[in-house]
Each structure stands twice: as structure tokens, then as C-alpha cells.
């Protein structure tokens, strides 16, 4: 698989990583049922290093922190081959029953969070570390300062940010060198297009865009009808509700008939028009079904032609996606 070169660290080294990466929250949580065992998912994270995956998504939230359990169990034969990133900045209150008492980026609760991550992920060292929401109780400058003394200290290796707004990232990376920040980005929710795209590009920072495929519904198999396991995040969506599915269906139409001429799968569309966008722009699509991994996979290997983009661009234009990507409780924890 070819590679992409995200932003840079304080000692201007790259960060490069495989042009598709694998988000894994959904093998411990979010999505209903995991289809399979423990045993299972890491055979799954496993077939994505031999397909060529090196970039692997998991954050101290994700169980809580099952998901970096299974990650560092999973990679710990392939650690010098693969890029880890995970995520700090939310307290747990009480692990057993999965409650969280919401964001906290305090430096000092940073310092004590990574080394839970470091345990769990089996590892000296993070290669990229998100601050997973912006804490407004805490200055983004005291959160980049923290990062960057675990970077001296040889704990992280890079800093990125999750869903966090243009001046904010300026603020952090003005501290300490930002080299990824991470947002929802697809054909159905193109808001980093406003004003986060061009600031990552002005100031050489890489963008990780998770939900490639719209949490599924891009790949075509998701209907009007469809209903979706109990604990699935899916049926607490303004987007996903039958009527805005219904809607939405539009936007898979017109993957589907890219995909007809393309000899692809609408998911595979929805990845190379992506990877399409900028050369520093890796989707992370999350899967727990070897299947779905290789057709993620298939679509790095789409070339999307200028005509075709201009197509998709002009008809995607007509198209005005229905529903709230998030609950609104949810929405107010992003772009700030």
C-alpha cells in the first residue's frame, strides 16, 4: 500500500503512514454486538498489517480502555512496523459500567493518563497522541505544554488534536508542533472543507478523517428500513432516523453510480474520493469483518479521474444531506 506523509514533529521528523489507516473503537464498543471474540478482532487488526496497514486508531475511551488493551495485544509482533495513536483528555468514573464524568485535560491528569496508554498499549512509547475533545476549562496552551514535555521525555513521539477549531489548533501549535488532527470527514459531512482544511494545509499539518463511510451508510448497504442492534450509536442519530435515511439515500445513489462505472463498491468511491481531496488527508475507516477490510482497502487502489470528481462534485452539490451528524449534547463537545 502507498504511503502518505502527515505533519511534522518539534524535531521536524515525519510522521508517515499507510494511505488508509484502521479505526478500531467499533471492535469494543459503539456499534452493537461485536460479531466474533476477543480472539477474533485481533486476527482482524492482525490481516490488516499483512494487507499493509501501518496506522492503527484506538483512544483510552474506546470500552473504556478495552480498545487499547486489544490494540497492544494485537500489534505486539508488528510494534516496529506500525504507527499507534489513542487518545487522552476524559476522566473514568466508574471503568466497570463504562460511565465517564466527562472531559478532563488538566496537565496533570494528562501525565497520568499516558501511562495507562503506555501499559495497555504494550509500548514505550505513543506515536501520536490526540487531545480527544477540547476541554474549555483548560487552556489549549497548558494541554500542548503538557504533550510536549511527554514528547521530551520520550513517552510520545507526535500531538495531534480530535475535532477541534482552526484558532485552536493555531494556539496549540504555536506551543508545541501539532502533526494530525483528527475530524469526522466524508461526502455526507464536509464541514472541515469551511475553514479546518485550508489551516492544516497553511500551516503543514496532516488531517485523519474518521466516519469515511458516514458510520456505514455510504457503503450502500444501510436502507430507509434497516434497524440497527441495541447499544448501536446508530439509533440515537438525527441523521440515521428512517426518515433521514430515507432522504440521504440520494448521496448512496450517487455513489453507486460512480461505483458502476468505476467496477468498484460504493464504499470503495466514498475512500478514493477522500484520498482524492489532499495528499495529506488518511481516511480511517473502523471494520470488524475481514471482508470489509479488504474492500476498505480496495478503494485506495480507485483512481479518481478530474472529470469524475467534477461529477461527483457537481451532483453532491444538489444533494442536501438530512439529520445532525450527533445528539446535540454530543455536537456541542466539537469545532471549539
Request: charged content about 25%.
Amino acid at each position: 500500500m502507498q504511503t502518505r506523509t502527515l505533519g511534522k514533529s518539534a524535531q521536524g521528523t515525519d510522521l508517515e503512514v499507510s494511505a488508509l489507516g484502521l479505526g478500531c473503537m467499533g471492535m469494543s464498543q459503539s456499534y452493537g454486538p461485536v460479531p466474533g471474540s476477543r480472539a477474533d478482532m485481533i486476527c482482524l487488526i492482525r490481516a490488516a498489517v499483512e494487507h499493509g496497514i501501518t496506522f492503527f486508531d484506538t483512544a483510552e475511551a474506546y470500552g473504556p480502555l478495552t480498545n487499547e488493551e486489544l490494540v497492544g495485544e494485537a500489534l505486539a509482533p508488528y510494534r516496529d512496523r506500525v504507527v499507534i495513536a489513542t487518545k487522552f483528555g476524559h476522566r473514568p468514573e466508574t471503568v466497570g459500567e463504562q460511565r465517564w464524568s466527562g472531559l478532563d485535560s488538566r496537565p496533570e491528569h494528562i501525565k497520568t493518563a499516558v501511562e495507562g496508554s503506555l501499559r495497555r498499549l504494550r509500548t514505550e512509547a505513543i506515536d501520536l497522541y490526540y487531545q480527544h475533545r477540547v476541554d474549555p476549562t483548560v487552556p489549549i496552551e497548558e494541554v500542548a505544554g503538557a504533550v510536549k514535555d511527554l514528547i521530551h521525555e520520550g513517552k510520545v513521539k507526535h500531538f495531534g488534536l480530535s475535532e477541534a477549531a482552526a484558532d485552536t489548533i493555531r494556539r496549540a501549535h504555536a506551543v508545541q508542533p501539532v502533526t494530525a488532527v483528527q475530524s469526522e470527514y466524508s461526502l455526507w459531512w464536509r464541514r472541515p472543507e469551511d475553514t479546518l482544511l485550508p489551516t492544516l494545509e497553511e500551516l503543514g499539518i496532516g488531517f485523519v478523517a474518521y466516519s469515511p463511510l458516514g458510520k456505514g451508510f455510504l457503503t450502500g448497504k444501510i436502507y430507509a428500513q434497516s434497524e440497527f442492534a441495541p447499544g448501536d450509536i446508530r439509533n440515537t442519530i438525527p441523521r440515521f432516523t428512517a426518515e433521514a435515511r430515507r432522504a440521504n439515500l440520494l448521496l448512496v445513489a450517487l455513489l453507486q453510480s460512480i461505483a458502476k462505472q468505476k467496477n468498484a463498491t460504493p464504499a470503495q468511491i466514498a475512500i478514493a474520493w477522500l484520498l482524492a481531496q489532499k495528499p495529506w488527508v488518511v481516511p480511517i475507516p473502523g471494520t470488524r469483518r475481514l471482508e470489509r477490510l479488504r474492500e476498505n482497502i480496495g478503494g485506495t487502489e480507485v483512481d479518481m479521474m478530474p472529470d469524475e470528481l467534477q461529477q461527483i462534485e457537481h451532483l453532491a452539490s444538489q444533494i442536501v444531506v438530512q439529520g445532525a451528524r450527533y445528539p446535540e449534547e454530543l455536537e456541542r463537545l466539537t469545532n471549539r
